[in-house]
Nanobody, 116 residues
Framework: QVQLVESGGGLVQAGESLRLSCAASGIRFAINAVGWYRQAPGKQRELVAYVTSSGSANYADSVKGRFTISRDNAKNTVNLQMNSLKPEDTAVYYC??????????WGQGTQVTVSS
């Protein structure tokens, strides 16, 4: 049984940082591309960042230079370091693996709220 569990969300002020973590069981992150998505109220879910099985990281333009995705294969986790947070980063953040193909597995999400 595959399970993804996100953690690390919270309420911060603009300019501050948060570190999200996605821990997996039943699936090996090391051989899969893993993505972080977010969904703000009234908006579609969007891909924020992903890391490929070879370790290549890619980012949405809106977070480039502020967010960093990384993987810890030993712990089977994928992390998202978010710096210089803005109010528009407020959303529920989800991890997904694998990034493409089926079946795709999602976590339950973690709320990030950035106040101005």
């Amino acid at each position: 049984q595959v399970q993804l569990v996100e953690s690390g969300g919270g309420l911060v002020q603009a300019g501050e940082s948060l570190r999200l973590s996605c821990a997996a069981s039943g699936i090996r992150f090391a051989i899969n591309a893993v993505g972080w998505y977010r969904q703000a109220p009234g908006k579609q879910r969007e891909l924020v960042a992903y890391v490929t099985s070879s370790g290549s990281a890619n980012y949405a333009d809106s977070v480039k230079g502020r967010f960093t995705i990384s993987r810890d294969n030993a712990k089977n986790t994928v992390n998202l370091q978010m710096n210089s947070l803005k109010p528009e980063d407020t959303a529920v953040y989800y991890c997904r693996a694998p990034l493409q193909g089926a079946p795709a597995y999602w976590g339950q999400g973690t709320q990030v709220t950035v106040s101005s």
